[in-house]
């Protein structure tokens, strides 16, 4: 009872045991906010029912009742929680609709966010249709994200930024992900920012989020047992500041024009020498 009574006392070693994690994005809070509004309702129901049984243990033990009463039904009895149940089900699906805006629904980008993850197979679009486009493509085991409106289509004429495992977002920007595999089924997945989102062969599933704090690491996993070394692909998002993210940009796309005129370089020198130039 000390020993558990001391953990209770350190939230830090509770470890998220009965809630989920959130506090990186607006559909991330919602998320957790819904899961315990549903959660509360399961508790009290759990409690309702096991205070009835252990009641019923009690009241109507064998030293006291040593023969069982034989009831043949009780119509209001059986009335009662058939509405009951139907109420419950009522208000959980009231409430889910009512959440479920603020977790599908991406909200405007905010420039002043340092003041300050739903699928759907359509891509979440802002109000005002300012947003940050990246892909997100799966293989085994990495995740690779590549930044501009065209990621899915011309990244690599346009020579677009990429980056492997660690995602770089500027804060306040609401961020729309276009997530694609290329061998098996994996999932994006970083709880404080949303939900779990799959990576399917042959299919583009999408997915938004807001991060609100320049300078935080966020930390994900794939969420599909997609082959031997699944446990290694971890997912991470790095949140600056437009400033700092702008400025990152421009040195992925530096680098990228540097690494393009040496393989120019080195195949014109290849060409003189009479070598081939295929695989460059």
């Given at each position: 009872?000390?020993?558990g ?28 906010t ?8 399961a ?19 064998a ?28 208000v ?5 609709f ?5 977790i ?21 679009n ?119 993210y ?22 014109r ?8 130039t295929?695989?460059?």
């Amino acid at each position: 009872m000390a020993i558990g009574a001391s953990l209770v006392l350190a939230p830090e070693a509770l470890a998220n045991c009965c809630t989920v994690k959130a506090g990186g994005s607006p559909n991330a809070n919602s998320i957790k906010t819904l899961y315990e509004i549903i959660f509360g309702i399961a508790v009290l129901v759990f409690l309702i029912v096991e205070g009835a049984l252990l009641y019923a243990v009690f009241r109507f033990r064998a030293s006291k009742h040593p023969v069982a009463d034989q009831i043949h039904g009780n119509t209001r009895l059986e009335i009662s929680w058939t509405v009951g149940a139907a109420v419950i089900l009522v208000v959980l699906t009231v409430v889910t609709f009512i959440k479920l805006p603020s977790i599908i629904d991406a909200p405007n980008s905010n420039a002043n966010a340092d003041e300050v993850l739903s699928a759907s197979l359509t891509a979440p679009n802002p109000p005002n249709g300012h947003k940050l486009t990246i892909c997100v493509l799966g293989r085994q085991f990495i995740w690779r994200y590549t930044y501009g409106n065209d990621c899915n289509k011309q990244y690599f004429n346009d020579r677009l930024p990429y980056s492997f495992q660690e995602m770089y977002v500027p804060a306040g920007e609401t961020v729309d992900l276009l997530i694609q595999s290329s061998d098996v089924i994996h999932a994006w997945w970083v709880p404080s920012l949303g939900g779990k989102v799959d990576a399917v062969p042959g299919y583009t599933t999408y997915t938004w989020f807001k991060a609100l704090k320049a300078g935080a690491l966020y930390h994900g996993q794939c969420a599909q047992l997609c082959g031997r070394q699944h446990a290694f692909m971890t997912a991470l998002v790095k949140v600056l500041t437009p400033t700092q993210y702008t400025a990152w940009i421009k040195n992925q796309t530096t680098l990228i024009e540097e690494q393009n005129d040496q393989v120019a370089t080195l195949r014109r020198n290849l060409a003189q020498q009479g070598e081939p130039t295929e695989s460059f």
